[in-house]
């Protein structure tokens, strides 16, 4: 019987690995690490080829080439978001680590790239790839004191060469903060993840599936606001968002995917006033 192996502990110490190698520097880079680390640990079975590959319908891909007695690890090339790319790349290496000899071929969709599929071993490799490439010790520190913006955020994405997404998802793991990440697409609820903090505020009030909030960022593009207050957030009060608090939504839009992830930073003292949503703070931005 294979013993399982646990993707955080496992990517931990590969990160290590890096370090010590390569001293604090970012962001990792996972196909280098990935063909050094295979070479030295499985010699009879490495990544033997790592290429950028138009794969139809799918990110990335790990498959055992019989006849050469090396994996081949392929990922969708991105030109224009590099970080998606090592995120894939990372997340097939966390395949080969943790499940080489469970199969000799893995396809892997944009959702099981994200981290949001059912598949146990998908949301493995995908743990994998976000405790190799975003080592929480550093993280923490690059937030610690600061506003969180998708300004921010998406700083940290380009330090450890994720997408902005990724860096989302990967704070809300460690955050003290109350906060949920909603990912929409065609108006619709398609996914969510809150902060441990947010859980008990969020608990039975978001479902996939159902409509996004016709007075979400997500939804109503508002003409007024800039670019950067999309970034920074709008103030809702309670109840434009299902949650029973008020929230600031930060939003992107991406045409290309058809999908949307708001990013709501919950008022979390708000509690104490849960009858008083005040109207007027859907036009205050916060200034930083
Ligand atoms: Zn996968």
Request: aromatic share 8%; proline share 6%; charged share 20%.
């Amino acid at each position: 019987m294979i013993q399982a192996l646990s993707p955080a502990r496992e990517a931990i110490k590969m990160a290590q690995l890096w370090r010590v190698v390569h001293g604090l520097t970012f962001p990792i880079n996972a196909g280098a690490l990935a063909q050094e680390w295979s070479r030295n640990v499985a010699p009879e079975a490495p990544i033997g080829e790592l290429q950028a590959r138009e794969l139809k319908g799918f990110e990335g891909g790990l498959f055992w080439l019989k006849e050469r007695k090396v994996w081949a690890l392929l990922y969708h090339p991105h030109p224009d978001l590099p970080g998606r790319s090592n995120f894939t790349v990372a997340h097939e290496f966390g395949h080969y680590v943790l499940h080489r000899k469970l199969q000799e071929a893995f396809q892997c969709s944009q959702s099981a790239t994200l981290g949001i599929t059912g598949a146990r071993i998908e949301r493995e490799a995908d743990q994998f790839a976000s405790y190799l490439l975003m080592p929480i010790d550093d993280y923490t520190q690059q937030v610690r004191g600061r506003r969180i913006t998708l300004d921010l955020l998406g700083e940290c994405a380009d330090r450890y060469g994720v997408s902005l997404t990724a860096s989302i998802l990967k704070w809300l793991e460690f955050t003290d903060q109350a906060a949920v990440a909603v990912m929409g697409r065609e108006g619709m609820l398609h996914w969510w993840k809150a902060s441990g903090s947010a859980k008990k505020y969020t608990f039975g009030t978001l479902q996939e599936g159902m409509e996004l909030p016709l007075g979400s960022l997500a939804v109503c593009a508002d003409q007024a606001l800039s670019t950067a207050d999309y970034r920074s957030g709008v103030e809702h009060p309670e109840g434009v968002w299902p949650i029973r608090l008020p929230v600031r939504e930060m939003v992107v839009l991406s045409d290309r995917y058809d999908m949307s992830i708001s990013l709501l930073v919950l008022d979390a003292p708000g509690v104490e006033h849960p009858d008083a949503p005040d109207e007027d703070m859907t036009t205050t931005l916060p200034s930083l």
